[in-house]
């Protein structure tokens, strides 16, 4: 019952406000958010990457309004991507983006502007050996992220795209993704959506998901599952070998400081692992986020209001 208040709460000013004023915010912000800047971050990632694990960044910001903070966003990948370069840790660690930050929502030119943006990164990525992945945001956004993505795939065909299977269009985006070379990550979506485009039930949710990894395990493409759910991390295997895939044919993705002994448990038997490694000042909108996904998170966060629990 409380995951469409928390999600009504990550885009509202107000809570921004009362959530990050709380003193216990900070210490379980630690838990999946990987540092406030780049330096942490970056301290994480050698981490996980000496782990045998693969990573994602995220520099953490959406909805931007204005140009001014669209182009820093876009300097702050071109940093991360130098950083990244300098590590020599191209095969191992991408990034994901988020188009909103890039100016897409601009009242005017806001497609343009993202494309320009994004495309300077992707040719960041592209010399230091790695690539970009399109995050999916809300409905109204996935006509114009798909679209960047064609253009993207021009001169980087390894971008990869992100769906989500509450979506009702998500099998036709599947089918149309599911060609060679494709990277796509599915995940159950994680934005409040209304009921004319999107599912509600969670049943419902599930069905669409197996639906349409079904259909990018039988397809040209590379599939990354993103999930923590046990049950889709079976099918997903099963559905690997029934279409004859071999590990590093298809990955997994999970979260930073979600599950990690299932992430190191996967990647000890030779799945390849990559966790989303979020990094940022801006975390308010992704934290909410991840406490409306699950109850065992909210429940975390929750117990630390308690001294001693």
């Not at 959406?62 to 702050?76: F, L």
């Not at 999107?198 to 990354?224: H, N, S, T």
Request: with cysteine.
């Amino acid at each position: 019952m409380l995951g469409p208040v928390l999600l009504a709460a990550s885009r509202s000013d107000r809570m921004r406000r009362i959530v990050a004023a709380a003193p216990v915010t900070r210490p379980v912000v630690d838990r999946f958010v990987a540092g406030d800047e780049l330096r942490p971050a970056m301290a994480n990632v050698r981490a996980l990457t000496a782990a045998g694990l693969e990573v994602t960044l995220d520099h953490l910001g959406e909805d931007v309004t204005d140009r001014v903070t669209a182009n820093a966003t876009r300097d702050a990948y071109l940093r991360l991507l130098e950083a990244i370069a300098a590590e020599g840790l191209g095969k191992h660690a991408e990034v994901s983006v988020k188009l909103s930050a890039f100016g897409q929502a601009l009242p005017v030119d806001g497609h343009d502007i993202a494309l320009e943006n994004v495309r300077e990164v992707a040719e960041a990525a592209t010399a230091a050996g790695t690539t970009v992945t399109l995050d999916m945001e809300d409905h109204t956004t996935v006509d114009s992220t798909l679209a960047i993505l064609d253009e993207l795939r021009k001169e980087h065909p390894g971008t990869g795209a992100v769906v989500q299977s509450y979506l009702f269009r998500t099998e036709d985006d599947c089918r149309r993704l599911a060609t060679p070379g494709s990277r796509v990550r599915l995940v159950k979506g994680a934005y409040k959506e209304p009921a004319s485009v999107a599912y509600q039930d969670k049943r419902e949710v599930d069905r669409a998901y197996v639906r349409c990894l079904k259909i990018l395990m039988a397809g040209g493409g590379y599939p990354m599952i993103g999930s923590h759910d046990p049950r889709m991390i079976a099918i997903g295997q099963d559905l690997a070998r029934r279409n004859g895939r071999q590990p590093g044919d298809y990955e997994f993705q999970m979260l930073f400081g979600i599950r990690t002994a299932e992430q190191r448990r996967l990647a000890a038997e030779g799945e390849r692992m990559r966790i989303y490694v979020p990094y940022g000042a801006d975390w308010y909108g992704y934290f909410m986020r991840r406490l409306a996904e699950r109850p065992a998170n909210l429940a975390f966060f929750l117990r630390s209001f308690v001294p001693g629990a």
